[in-house]
């Protein structure tokens, strides 16, 4: 490498980065991340390249668009850090002080003495998936605390020719809807506001060449590990040139360093690729590597859970008959949902009181877990650890325990409100009730829920905001290390927490409390662009969904649940005779392929039929396929087409199978 303080490189899988500073103490600017480049680049032809004209109507010195935008240097793309020190030093200047690379990291140190300021840049390269993750850290060196507004936890500049740009929306019931439009001059700012990750927008986009598609054209992903409130900037200014910018949205006044102290804003993880499939490819592989516990490398058991089944009803030989129908099927886990706890008849009351409710369960939950363990099942419980009803012995004891802006009221959302996750007893308690049923009946399994945007999140006086999911991980990461073994499942009323935050502590997804099968198609399709399949619950429900009143069929039900964890939400007892043979028949097929399904490789095909829907799952050897084809409407033509397996070996002769009625026939 030629003068290598000027040029630093980066290589895995097909991947390559390269920075590059004009000088010792200039910012680097990131010149490339994507395919791999040849090993002769020097450091004179880059100079020539990034040597940049002098604007009109603008400041009388070009600026390098650098890893830090920052103010001082006029540039028309928002800084990567506004903060004060009460309301002065508004502005810095940020120089290098220091690039260190040691094998797949580079880090960036830059200084500001006279601003009292110190900003260290983390840029790591995944040697097998090739995804780049940034960590950015600010330290107040100076003599007065520092608030910050906003810090991007990574500012990447982009091609200028980059033209479009997909990201995922979506309401309750309906997450992960892709959503994509045209990059135009100025900024697009997507922002997210409601204290977790929100069923409205996930932290995640897309962004790439026009017309870009599963297979192809130049596209970057960009996600951010946060389970909180989220920005995000596209932003192209006046001279071509593009950048985009993620981090966490604050409220007014809630982040102030004091002197000495550090903040590290969330990890950005990117992608690059040709089309859709393989950046979705490297973010599973990524996530898969580093991410998710180690117990999702295992063979994901068939769930069954009781709350479409039978909501607020425990009768105990309701609850007994529904895990001996179930086993019936196949099923290996039961789930029981919400209403064990005291005065738990409805949602209007008992959040908080995380004790077995004696009026329902006189001898509490033991015959319950005796009678799963005896059928050979694992047994899970429901909480919702960070909300509480008013209408509780914990709220009635410590009303000061919730989050709050005083004087004014907060209002409620499902008759609940938030506890605050910053407070060291909230999490004792918390810690010490789970810990005591998890402990006592050899709890499996949790499924955490989380049923509430956050509004007013302060401690009476300051924001809260961004304390909400640090104290949230806090508190899963000290039940994991105190029982090893504990799977926990990440639920917000459906999909609204589902980030990589999150998923560093929960091993599995609850993408939509929509299981109507034809709302399911798309939900999944958005959550696989970057996330893997294994770790997303997909449930059976009634032929009847309960969210849409849909009717449809067994196998649609059941084809698309194949595409995730297996399991069922529908009340097992009542099921026909041939509703429990095709059921069970599919149970078998998931049960035969999932060895193979959490280290797969997903793809999505093209289709020019926007109401047909068609995926796959290819085994990491290539012997072995699952693919799914789902019309969600008539379509509009007397017949669906062809559709082309993508990923598979083609000097292999593979046997094609019908899952639904076992036709089998040959093809190359």
Not at 37 to 57: F, K, N, R, Y
Not at 594 to 612: G, P
């Amino acid at each position: 490498m030629v003068e290598q303080s000027r040029l630093w490189r980066l290589d895995a899988q097909d991947t390559t980065l390269l920075l590059f500073a004009g000088s010792e103490s200039d910012i680097p600017q990131l010149l490339w991340f994507g395919h791999s480049l040849s090993d002769d680049i020097s450091v004179e032809a880059v100079g020539a390249i990034t040597d940049l004209p002098v604007p009109m109507a603008k400041l009388d010195a070009s600026v390098p668009q650098d890893l830090f935008p920052q103010a001082c240097h006029g540039i028309d793309l928002t800084p990567a850090l506004r903060g004060h020190r009460a309301a002065s030093a508004f502005a810095h200047q940020l120089k290098t002080q220091r690039i260190e690379q040691q094998q797949a990291h580079i880090t960036i140190e830059l200084i500001d003495a006279s601003a009292g300021l110190h900003i260290e840049l983390k840029l790591s390269l995944h040697a097998q998936s090739g995804v780049l993750s940034v960590e950015t850290t600010l330290r107040n060196t100076g003599n007065t605390p520092y608030s910050i507004e906003w810090m991007a936890s990574a500012a990447l500049p982009l091609p200028q020719h980059y033209a479009e740009c997909l990201y995922l929306t979506g309401r309750w019931g309906l997450e992960f809807q892709r959503q994509r439009q045209p990059i135009t001059d100025g900024k697009l700012l997507l922002e997210n506001t409601r204290g977790r990750t929100s069923h409205e927008l996930y932290p995640g986009i897309v962004v790439g060449t026009s017309g870009f598609d599963e297979q192809q054209g130049h596209v970057i992903a960009a996600q951010l590990a946060w389970s909180g409130s989220h920005r995000t900037i596209v932003e192209r200014a006046s001279d071509g040139r593009l950048a985009l910018q993620c981090g966490i949205a604050l409220d007014p006044g809630e982040l102030t360093v004091a002197e000495g102290e550090s903040f590290t804003a969330p990890t950005l993880h990117i992608a690059a690729g040709c089309g859709l499939n393989q950046i979705s490819q490297a973010m599973h592989k990524y996530a898969r590597q580093e991410v998710l516990p180690a117990w999702t490398r295992k063979e994901r058991p068939i769930h069954t859970n009781s709350w479409e089944a039978l909501y607020f009803d425990h009768d105990l030989e309701k609850l007994k008959a529904l895990i001996d129908a179930a086993k019936t099927l196949g099923a290996e886990r039961f789930v029981l949902d919400d209403g064990w706890f005291p005065a738990r008849r409805s949602d209007n009351a008992g959040l908080g009181d995380w004790w077995v409710d004696k009026s329902v369960y006189p001898d509490g939950l033991q015959p319950l877990v005796d009678h799963t363990r005896n059928a050979g099942m694992q047994f899970g419980l429901w909480f919702e650890p960070e909300m509480v009803n008013p209408d509780s012995e914990l709220f009635r004891q410590h009303p000061e325990w919730v989050l709050k802006l005083d004087p004014i009221e907060t209002p409620l959302a499902r008759n609940q409100l938030v506890l605050n996750m910053d407070n060291p007893q909230v999490v004792d308690y918390l810690f010490e009730k789970m810990a005591s049923l998890i402990n006592e009946f050899n709890i499996d399994y949790i499924k955490w829920d989380f049923n509430r945007d956050l509004v007013l999140a302060g401690n009476g006086s300051q924001s809260r905001l961004h304390k909400q999911p640090t104290g949230s991980y806090a508190l899963m990461a000290r039940l994991n290390s105190r029982f090893p073994d504990l799977e926990i499942e990440s639920c917000s009323s459906g999909g609204a927490r589902a980030d990589w935050g999150v998923l560093k502590h929960t091993g599995r997804v609850w993408t939509s409390d929509s299981i109507d099968a034809v709302d399911r198609v798309q939900i999944q399709k958005g959550y696989s662009l970057f996330n893997p399949p294994e770790i997303m619950g997909a449930h059976v429900g009634h032929e009847e969904a309960h969210l849409t009143g849909r009717s449809i069929n067994i196998h649609t039900r059941a084809i698309v649940a194949l595409q995730g964890q297996l399991g069922f939400e529908v009340d097992a007892r009542h099921l026909t005779d041939d509703e429990s043979k095709q059921l069970a028949h599919y149970v078998a097929l998931y049960k035969k392929h999932r060895q193979w399904i959490a280290e797969s490789t997903s793809w999505r095909l093209n289709s020019n039929q926007s109401n047909l829907t068609a995926s796959g799952l290819v085994s990491s050897d290539l012997k072995s396929s699952l693919w799914f084809v789902v019309a969600t409407d008539s379509l509009p033509g007397t017949a669906a087409g062809k559709l082309h397996p993508l990923g598979l070996d083609p000097e292999c002769r593979y046997q094609v199978r019908l899952a639904s009625n076992n036709l089998e026939y040959f093809s190359h």
